[in-house]
């Protein structure tokens, strides 16, 4: 399905060539790449500095969790490092394939890249919804006049001009923005310690604790696990000979430092926090009204939320795509934007936004491990590499019937092991393991990966082998 819809106009030159990147999902021809390795460390690093990770520090004080600081520490640390491995390496498939993570896919999932395609999509728009409520209630903050539509608004133009404008424009934005940043949070973490508690105790013990532990993991690593359906998306222009172990460290160091320092800045304030939105969290516990830490933390707020949905656009034009749908990559982007405002909407008006956020995050993640273990299955059986021409054409891929049943096994296997509250009763018959026998525990990542991974490699070898 090569058309101009897809393909062939408009991929920027070298680094700093900001006109509109009018290709699509096509690979990008060897004598088109460019770009230093050392652009992939900024691209996940300044999209982390979000506050919906400060906000996932903060929730370590909620019932089902109850940790102490060192237990919450290290929980941090572990899944960061888990959910940024798999990111780390999906990341290292866009020199070698010149393609974005959605469009590779179509390897294994073949026609039924639909399903995972379309349910990217969606998950680009809710996590606009998710990164705006935070980003407008900012700038509501620093001009109180501002109604919370009009912040939005401030919020959605700017995310979405670079979204448009595609690949090289988003990565400047991340490498000026990751300098910019970095100085407003260090002022930040200089504020916060000298506020911060880490006198938290855990409220369970013995197989409780150790439940609400691997539960508390499951929440970090679902928000980094996010990006695994992004990873090569801003690898995709490198030379083919780039060194991919660099794009794998990098990739995983960016966004785990990134993610762990704002959920540690988190951490320590929990015991403050009200369970709210945390941009009024954070502006209260620098000073709020007349602090200037407060206000730069505010404006550091917005940056960041521009920063992280702007990729949330791009990707999601890339995923329409990919799913095999004729439209132009610049009005996807457009249509993710405005339906991202609408989301967010929804979310500031409908009242629980803890609960809310919590819910999305683990369910909204859910069916990423199962699509992780069907593309890495596929991607070494292929001894990692393959012929990126033969995605192109939609009608002439096969049926892939094989990553679709992976992934939907995968993630029914796990849902007795998953620990969300999103039409499922504690206790109840849909995460029975999980309630009654593993203290809460959420291991519904692990089980449905897995067995997804299993699934497809037993099942498709042959066939991957001979083609």
Known sequence: MTSNLMSSEGMPT???????????????????????????????????????????????TADFLKLGFLTSLL???VGNVVGSYFVALLSTMGPKLGLAQMPAARLPFGKSIVVPGLLNWFSTIGWDGINSVFGAIAITILIPAL?????????????????????????????????????????????????????????????????????YVAIVASFVLAWCLYASDYSRYLPSSTDTGKVFWYTLGGMAIASAWLEILGLLVAGAATGGESSDTIYAVLGGSGSLAAALA????????VAV??????????????????IPRVYSAAAVAVLGFLFTLFLQYNGDFAGNFINFILFISYWITPFVGVVLADWYLRGRKADASSIVNFSQL???TIGLVALIVGFVVGIP?????????????????TANYLHGADLAYYVGGGVAFLIYWFGARKAVKAA
């Open 14 to 60: 070298r680094e700093g060539d900001l006109s509109i990147e009018g290709h699509g999902m096509d690979p990008i021809p060897d004598g088109s790449r460019y770009g230093s390795v050392g652009r992939v460390f900024t691209v996940w690093f300044t999209p982390n500095l979000v506050p919906a990770a400060f906000f996932i520090g903060t929730l370590v």
């Open 75 to 77: 929980a941090i640390v």
């Open 147 to 215: 109604p919370f539509w009009g912040a939005l608004i401030i919020i959605v133009a700017a995310q979405a001009a670079l979204g448009i404008i595609g690949y090289e424009a988003i990565h400047q934005f991340e490498k000026w923005m990751a300098v910019v940043l970095g100085a407003m949070f260090i002022i930040l973490t200089i504020s916060v310690l000298g506020k911060g508690d880490m006198t938290l105790a855990d409220g369970f013990s013995g197989l409780d604790q150790i439940g609400a532990f691997i539960g």
């Open 298 to 305: 505010m404006v550091a707020i917005a940056i960041g939320t």
């Open 309 to 326: 949905n702007a990729m949330n656009d791009y990707t999601g034009s890339l995923s329409l795509q990919a799913a095999g749908l004729k």
């Open 398 to 400: 096969p049926m892939g």
């Open 417 to 433: 092991f998953q620990n969300s509250s999103l039409g499922f009763t504690w206790g109840g018959p849909f995460n029975y393991i």
